[in-house]
């Protein structure tokens, strides 16, 4: 059968990443032709597609915002956790987050209805830079920049080599090239500091600067160009 695999074709429309179209599809969510839809379906031209009984389609332009995310607010979609990032941001048109902030963190957050760039920037391989300022709860130690520099075993394996820098007595800077699940903190954890504040400042070349915590921006034209040439290219 000729046609677009569903997940992508629900990721094009601005709904989803292919991964999280997958478990719509899965918790039968997804309809094509009033027809419940099964993991691997293709869309024809002309098909009807719905997602929890809304017609969705192609989109037509690309939306990419930087979102500087406060602590408390939720990197999901879902409508049942009131304090997801969606309905705060209130966007007119459908998106999604690139990755994830854990809701205890804070600071820049990338979304976009474009799925094939949401997946080339969270592809693990390309090893993209991510950069944070953390506040720890005691004094940071030579012997905690080297460490956490050189890597740190963590959930079964060691992290990646990554760049850190103290900047006072209880804040650094870190430039990581991976995303293990709440890795600063599971790091910094196994040399004995508790996190106190987490705040992300760049992904790539997109750098939060000034933009008020709570409030979105479009990236600038050659923010994006940029953006997505890289991405996708490493990507490939």
Do not use: W
């Not at 039968?28 to 009984?53: F, L, M, P, W």
């Not at 963190?105 to 094939?116: F, I, K």
């Not at 905690?144 to 060691?158: K, P």
Request: aromatic content about 4%; charged content about 30%; some cysteine.
């Amino acid at each position: 059968m000729e046609g677009t695999r569903l997940n992508k074709f629900i990721s094009e429309a601005g709904v989803a990443s292919r991964r999280a179209a997958d478990r719509m599809i899965e918790e039968g969510r997804v309809s094509i032709n009033g027809r419940t839809a099964v993991v691997g379906d293709k869309v024809a031209e002309g098909d009807e597609v719905t997602v929890d009984g809304k017609p969705i389609a192609k989109v037509k332009r690309d939306i990419i915002i930087a979102f500087n995310k406060p602590r408390g607010v939720t990197c999901t979609s879902s409508p049942d956790d009131p304090d997801n990032v969606i309905d705060f941001i209130g966007y007119p048109e459908r998106i999604y987050s690139i990755g994830r902030l854990d809701k205890d963190s804070e600071g820049l957050l990338l979304l976009t209805n474009n799925g094939e760039l949401a997946n080339a920037v969270m592809r693990s391989r390309s090893e993209h830079e991510k950069e944070y300022i953390v506040t720890v709860d005691h004094d940071i130690t030579d012997g905690f920049v080297r460490t956490m520099s050189s890597g740190v075993q963590i959930l079964g394996r060691m992290t990646k080599r990554c760049e850190v820098e103290r900047l006072s007595d209880r804040e650094f800077r870190i430039v990581l090239r991976q995303g293990l699940n709440r890795q600063i903190r599971r790091m910094c954890g196994q040399l004995g500091y508790t996190v106190v504040r987490l705040v992300r400042v760049r992904v790539m070349n997109i750098e939060l600067g000034d933009l008020p915590q709570g409030r979105y921006r479009d990236l600038t034209e050659a923010e994006s160009e940029e953006l997505c040439r890289t991405a996708i290219s490493r990507s490939r």
